[in-house]
């Protein structure tokens, strides 16, 4: 007998007036870890605020855990989502925010402050629980995001473009928690535009693109040609230039911009490039990374070629 | 909460929609209260005090007060004309469209509605939280602004607080009742309209203040219509003054101004909380 999949769409398409987000999407997808991989604008976040109820089909229907996800607040207990946009209430503490939160799961004061808690531990921010959220770096507020998804205990987590912004240990940390919640028994849908990330993460992906769905199934397929086209990266950091004269010693470093707080790296081989800053970062030797971002300029090639 | 469905599954209810109202509105009021919105709020609630200071200040000064022909004006008339003229045709509507039509439009605008929306609540819940949150902000801010204008100005011209202070209690109800129905309305046009602030600046101060001076039928569709027919002060005589006090004069009992003015307040309400129950909100990317 075959698990009854997490979320199940049939002819799925959004239209926001005259532009298609999503076009005739019919998909399964398996309970597990998946990742929903695609350029930006292909249709990933659409895709996930159908999911999450955000937004209501143009036409078709799906059902998430089962059930209908629009008007059904009830579900909520069941799902978790942590959304793209970097939004949030600056001047509360994530501690205050994140119990105010669960507290609209029904959750007494207690309760939540003790839920709360549980969740800063477990995006390690513990220390930053009475600092106000305006007050956090990018990685912290990416990390308080995922604190709320998760700080019900949900089956559910759609998770929409999670690393984004995070320096190279908080990725790290990210994708260790993607996996044992994964090992555990929850169910997550993870979205990406780096092929690199969604691997660490999972081997079952959705392609999509231009707001379709291209494939699914294992990623080792497409991995090969990945490889294929050298991958961007965009490390902010607080000494580029020393960081810049580190890389330069890489034989899969193909080349290097340096820009004004910031090295723009083409690297062969990702896996092997983040590994390696991640190492640098722990030993501080490159001083301060403050954001590692990948432009998807490399996954279009690929897209393009995909769809020729 | 808790339910056993058929199939077993724990099915887990979220909290009443008046519970999770009371929760939105926790996490609401802080972030009302200390919004850019509050400084603007500050402003406007802060000119009657500055003026009815001024006022006292030239009366301790021994300038003449007011005079309408021959007879000084009271204290007690002078607040009730603040009252009228500034709270409740000015500042309460300006509060009710600046605040009502943001409940919902500010969080899609700073993209947090997400949080709220995705929580095991109705979606009525949200705006009614919000609403809430608006009626206590504005009021902790307006109803402090009253008390320092009644001080200040009824004692000018011999006015005595004790024999005036039911009127002023009256007054905070009325006030009270202005917020909660104008807010309703506008809270209705923020959650259906494209363009809130604009129609709801339209019907404040274009509609209201227009079909208030045509005698008619037409000012029955006004809140303020409503409000007047509360206004406990004896207005003063005098030929001009005469004239807005025939057009004032035309107003309903004081329990039916109740009736519609509950009538509106839950009508719109109710109308808001089924528009963002239904409604999509598209987020800015």
């Known amino acids: 007998m075959t698990a009854a999949p997490i979320v199940e769409s049939t002819q799925l398409s959004k239209w926001y007036g005259q532009v298609s987000g999503l076009n005739d999407v019919s998909v399964k997808v398996p309970g597990g870890v998946t990742g929903l991989l695609g350029p930006n604008g292909a249709g990933k976040s659409t895709f996930m605020k159908l999911m999450t109820g955000q937004l209501k089909p143009s036409k078709g229907t799906i059902r998430v855990l089962g059930e209908p996800i629009w008007g059904n607040p009830d579900i909520f207990f069941r799902i978790g989502f942590c959304p793209e946009q970097d939004a949030f209430y600056d001047r509360m503490t994530g501690l205050e925010w994140l119990t105010a939160l669960v507290r609209l799961n029904g959750l007494s004061e207690k309760e939540a402050d003790a839920a709360a808690r549980r969740a800063l531990e477990v995006v390690d921010l513990t220390e930053a629980a009475g600092k106000r959220i305006g007050g956090y770096s990018k990685g912290m507020r990416q990390r308080v995001k995922l604190a709320q998804a998760i700080i019900h205990d949900p089956e559910l987590l759609v998770l929409d473009e999670p690393l984004g912004g995070m320096d190279p240990i908080g990725r790290r940390k990210t994708i260790r928690l993607i996996r044992e919640w994964g090992r555990e028994g929850k169910s997550l849908i993870v979205s990406s535009h780096i092929l690199h990330e969604i691997e660490s993460m999972t081997s079952n992906i959705l392609l999509i693109h231009n707001g379709r769905i291209l494939a699914e199934g294992n990623v080792h397929q497409i991995r090969d040609l990945i490889d294929e086209h050298p991958h961007t990266v965009h490390v902010r950091a607080a000494s580029p230039r020393a960081l810049a004269r580190l890389f330069l010693a890489y034989d899969d470093v193909l080349s290097l911009k340096l820009e004004e707080d910031a090295v723009m790296v083409q690297t062969a081989r990702p896996d092997e490039f983040y590994t390696r800053l991640t190492a640098l970062v722990a030993s501080g030797e490159a001083g301060e990374i403050h954001e590692v971002t990948s432009p998807d300029d490399n996954l279009q090639a690929v897209f393009h070629y995909l769809v020729k | ?285």
Not at chain 2, 1 to 30: C, E, H, K, Q, Y
Not at chain 2, 33 to 44: D, Q
Not at chain 2, 172 to 181: P, Q, R
């Open chain 2, 1 to 285: 909460m808790a339910d056993s469905a058929s199939n077993g599954r724990t099915v887990r209810r979220g909290p009443s929609f008046l519970t999770a109202s009371a929760r939105v509105f926790d996490l609401s009021i802080g972030q009302m209260l200390w919004s850019r919105r509050t400084i603007f709020l500050a402003l406007v609630v802060g000119a009657p005090v500055a003026l009815a200071i001024l006022f006292r200040v030239l009366d301790i000064m021994g300038f003449a007060g007011m005079r309408v022909g021959s007879r000084t004006i009271q204290g007690p008339t002078i607040f009730g004309i603040f009252i009228w003229m500034l709270y409740l045709r000015f500042i309460v509507p300006v509060l009710g469209v600046f605040y009502g039509t943001s409940l919902i439009a500010d969080e899609v605008e700073d993209r947090t509605v997400t949080y709220l929306f995705t929580r095991p609540i109705r979606r009525g819940a949200v705006l009614v939280g919000k609403y809430l949150a608006y009626l206590v902000a504005t009021a902790l801010v307006v109803l402090p602004s009253v008390m320092l204008v009644y001080f200040a100005v009824v004692p000018i011209g011999g006015g005595g607080l004790a024999g005036t202070f039911p009127a002023l209690l009256t007054d905070l109800a009325m006030l009270g009742l202005g917020l909660a129905a104008y807010g309703s309305l506008f809270a209705w046009i923020g959650a259906q309209l494209k363009r809130p602030l604009v129609i709801g600046l339209i019907f404040a101060f274009g509609w209201e203040q227009i079909v208030m001076l045509i005698p008619g039928y037409l000012r029955r569709f006004t809140i303020a219509y409503y409000l007047q027919g509360l206004v406990p002060h004896a207005m003063p005589q005098d030929s001009t003054v005469s004239f807005l006090q025939s057009v004032l004069r035309d107003v309903p009992p004081a329990w039916t101004c109740l009736v519609w003015l509950a009538v509106i307040w839950a009508g719109f309400l109710l109308l808001a909380a089924r528009v963002v129950e239904r409604k999509e909100y598209v987020l800015e990317q």
